[in-house]
């Protein structure tokens, strides 16, 4: 019973916690989300250390329940209205930032001599974005225009392109390597776009249909956190992709049922598990390792910035969108956090001998990335002309 009081008392209090960096971030230039990753940086093990040894425990199932909410989320904005408005610079402008950012990061990783299967690896990882970070910055700055639209429907897909070119680079390093097991991971990539896919529309329909007969309320409510949570659980379980998945299943219903209640319900509850969500990040990010990150941590960094940049400015010009979205849809593009920490994962389980190199170097850019990139974003929504002041 011990334990279940530290845990209330924990939650209560990062909670509480979160409405001071809700305060800050209307009263100052930096994104609430920065505050809270930098508050769960300050009260972690490497600093102040007051969180209860317990909180691992749980870390991992809130971080889950936040970015399902996320992904499903992200799924209203993939209506077939929206993609026939938007759908060209989405797709030009998502593909473009992931194959110019692993094309940038690997080539550049090789110029300053680093081995082969290490830059094969590290450009996958690259490619990979936070949509809860950069979907939050959107919402606080209320957002509205072309600009936020295609933003929404860029981080929506994004992490599937980056899911699919990571399957490659884990593939071709395997090979380099000498393992045999290189087709084996370009399966068990394409089995975590494809059973998303398959789960995201074997909810979503049902969902849709019962969104048009459940009265609004407290029904709707046990509806949507109900199908929420069964699609990310089924997703863990069968090992594929949960954020897709429930993306996919978002986007079913936007477009099967026409009826807004399931996603409103959904928004009701989802910023207390946004709040629990950042300060356990910043909390469980390692900043000792930053001083480890070294030349070739500084080259990933660089790399995928200019990546990100050139990769937004191409893709917004092959589909002839207007000169701000070239300037500043990759600079808004570059939160970066628990995709790219679980890639790094895969990668140190398929071949362990990197495993020295490329987590440190993760961990490390993840950090900075977490921290500056939606500040970048804010910028570019400032710059824009779609953001608007938050109410005082």
């Given at each position: ?24 971030g209307r009263y100052t230039p930096l994104p609430r989300v920065t505050f ?37 989320l992200l799924g209203e904005k993939l209506t077939i209205s929206s993609l ?309």
């Amino acid at each position: 019973m011990e334990d279940v009081g530290i845990v209330l008392v924990t939650i209560g209090g990062l909670l509480l916690l979160g409405l001071v960096t809700d305060v800050l971030g209307r009263y100052t230039p930096l994104p609430r989300v920065t505050f809270l990753i930098l508050l769960g940086i300050l009260i972690g093990p490497d600093l102040l250390d007051i969180l209860p040894d317990i909180s691992d425990d749980w870390f991992e199932a809130i971080a889950d329940m936040a970015l399902v909410m996320v992904g499903f989320l992200l799924g209203e904005k993939l209506t077939i209205s929206s993609l026939r408005e938007h759908g060209r610079a989405v797709l030009w402008i998502s593909s473009a930032v992931v194959v110019t950012t692993l094309l940038v990061t690997l080539g550049g990783l090789a110029l300053i001599g680093q081995p082969i299967v290490i830059a094969l690896l590290l450009a996958g990882i690259a490619t990979a974005t936070d949509p809860a970070a950069t979907t939050d910055v959107i919402r606080e700055a209320r957002a509205q225009g072309r600009f936020s639209r295609v933003l929404e429907g860029v981080v929506a897909i994004d992490d599937a392109w980056g899911l699919l070119a990571f399957s490659f680079m884990l593939t071709a390093a395997q090979v380099f390597a000498g393992d045999s097991g290189g087709a084996e991971s370009l399966l068990t990539g394409l089995w975590e776009i494809g059973g998303a896919i398959l789960i995201g529309v074997g909810l979503g329909v049902p969902l849709a249909y019962l969104s048009g007969r459940i009265k609004p309320g407290e029904r709707t409510l046990s509806e949507a956190v109900g199908a929420v949570f069964l699609c990310g659980g089924i997703a863990i379980w069968l090992n594929v992709s949960f954020l897709l998945a429930a993306m996919i299943m978002g986007a079913v219903v936007a477009n099967l049922s026409h009826r807004h209640r399931p996603f409103h319900a959904i928004q009701g509850i989802e910023w207390p598990f946004m709040i629990l969500f950042f300060l356990l990040a910043g909390a469980s990010l390692e900043i000792d390792s930053l001083p480890e990150i070294g030349a070739i941590g500084i080259g990933f960094v660089v790399f995928r910035i200019i990546g990100r940049i050139f990769g937004g400015w191409a893709g917004a010009r092959l589909s002839h969108a207007d000169p701000s979205m070239s300037r500043w849809m990759g600079a808004s593009l570059m939160p970066q956090a628990g995709v790219a920490l679980g890639m790094a994962l895969v990668a140190s389980q398929r071949l362990p001998e990197i495993a020295d190199v490329v987590l440190p170097v993760v961990i490390a850019s993840t950090v900075l990335f977490e921290v500056i990139g939606p500040v970048m974003t804010k910028i570019a929504l400032i710059r824009v002309g779609d953001a608007h002041k938050s109410p005082k």
